[in-house]
């Protein structure tokens, strides 16, 4: 097989791209202090690569994701965002920056683990839309795998993560939280089907005092009633966490 040499650049801080419609591989070598190498990548997939002057650098994939590696001493790598929907990416001295295609659902971080129910379910969220302190909707977060037949709630806060033990949980937000209202449960009981959803662009239009604020870094979680687990002297459990950012 023979393989083209694309495009070599060197110097405190670089970024180089791969062909229109392209996905390449990514080949690193020197200084090694803090995995710039060692911690490279593997495989194919890449469209984008920016090398940072802090000894950091960031990747993009052609799926849209982000993937860091390197000195992560100002949360370089530890607080890359997830999901999709990245076009470009650029590694700065200590820090890191990139695009995201406004029409392509909010990345969110998935965090902490999630209670297990009477049923054996564990509930988990995910998030679409964008977050915003200012929209009135268009951002829905969502549980799925939930108990079936089960009241529960959203809660929230913007003090942090922690992992506080909960029934076969844990109680994955900072206190002081907010929350939503209560709501119905669906689906069948003794059964993993049950879901919720709440708008929180929606919620904090409507309750302001809960509006974060741009540019606040937010943690979620959905408590729900599970009063036949037996497991645990809880009668409510709990979801993973998500974490995402809200914009402006």
Same mark, same amino acid.
């Given at each position: 097989?023979?393989?083209?040499?694309?495009? #070599?650049?060197?110097? %405190?801080? *670089?970024?180089?791209? %791969?062909?229109?419609? $392209?996905? &390449?591989?990514? #080949?690193?070598? =020197? *200084? !090694?202090?803090?995995?710039? #190498?060692?911690?490279?990548?593997?495989?194919?997939?890449?469209? &984008?690569?920016?090398?940072?002057?802090?000894?950091?650098? #960031? $990747?993009? @994939? %052609?799926?849209?994701s982000?993937?860091?590696?390197?000195? !992560?001493?100002?949360?370089?790598?530890?607080?890359?965002?997830? +999901?999709? =929907?990245?076009?470009?990416?650029?590694?700065?001295?200590?820090?890191?920056? /990139?695009?995201r !295609? =406004?029409?392509?659902?909010q990345?969110?971080?998935?965090?902490?683990?999630?209670?297990?129910?009477?049923?054996g379910?564990?509930?988990?969220?995910?998030?679409?839309?964008?977050?915003? %302190?200012?929209?009135?909707?268009?951002?829905?977060? *969502?549980?799925?795998?939930?108990?079936g037949?089960?009241?529960?709630?959203?809660?929230? +806060?913007?003090?942090?993560?922690?992992?506080?033990?909960?029934?076969?949980?844990?109680?994955?937000?900072?206190?002081?939280?907010? @929350?939503?209202?209560?709501?119905?449960?669906?689906?069948?009981?003794? $059964?993993?089907? +049950?879901?919720?959803?709440?708008?929180?662009?929606?919620?904090?239009a $409507?309750?302001?005092?809960?509006?974060? =604020?741009?540019? /606040?870094?937010?943690?979620?979680?959905?408590?729900? @009633?599970?009063?036949?687990?037996?497991?645990?002297?809880?009668?409510?459990?709990?979801?993973?966490?998500?974490?995402?950012?809200?914009g402006?």
């Amino acid at each position: 097989m023979k393989l083209a040499l694309i495009s #070599v650049l060197a110097g %405190a801080t *670089l970024a180089f791209s %791969a062909p229109s419609g $392209a996905a &390449q591989s990514i #080949v690193s070598w =020197g *200084l !090694d202090n803090y995995g710039q #190498v060692s911690n490279t990548p593997i495989g194919t997939g890449f469209t &984008q690569v920016s090398a940072g002057g802090n000894q950091n650098s #960031v $990747a993009l @994939r %052609a799926d849209g994701s982000i993937a860091s590696w390197g000195n !992560d001493g100002e949360g370089q790598v530890s607080n890359t965002p997830g +999901g999709t =929907g990245f076009t470009q990416v650029s590694a700065g001295g200590g820090h890191s920056h /990139a695009l995201r !295609d =406004g029409s392509i659902t909010q990345p969110f971080i998935s965090y902490c683990t999630a209670g297990t129910s009477a049923s054996g379910c564990t509930a988990t969220l995910s998030a679409l839309g964008t977050s915003s %302190a200012t929209f009135s909707t268009g951002f829905t977060v *969502l549980a799925t795998s939930v108990e079936g037949a089960k009241n529960g709630l959203f809660f929230f +806060g913007s003090n942090g993560r922690q992992a506080n033990s909960w029934g076969s949980g844990f109680q994955c937000v900072v206190p002081p939280v907010k @929350r939503t209202g209560l709501m119905l449960g669906i689906g069948t009981s003794q $059964a993993c089907d +049950g879901a919720f959803s709440v708008d929180l662009n929606a919620h904090w239009a $409507a309750k302001p005092n809960h509006n974060p =604020g741009p540019g /606040a870094v937010v943690q979620a979680q959905l408590w729900y @009633r599970d009063p036949w687990n037996t497991a645990t002297t809880k009668t409510t459990t709990l979801s993973d966490a998500i974490e995402f950012t809200v914009g402006p």
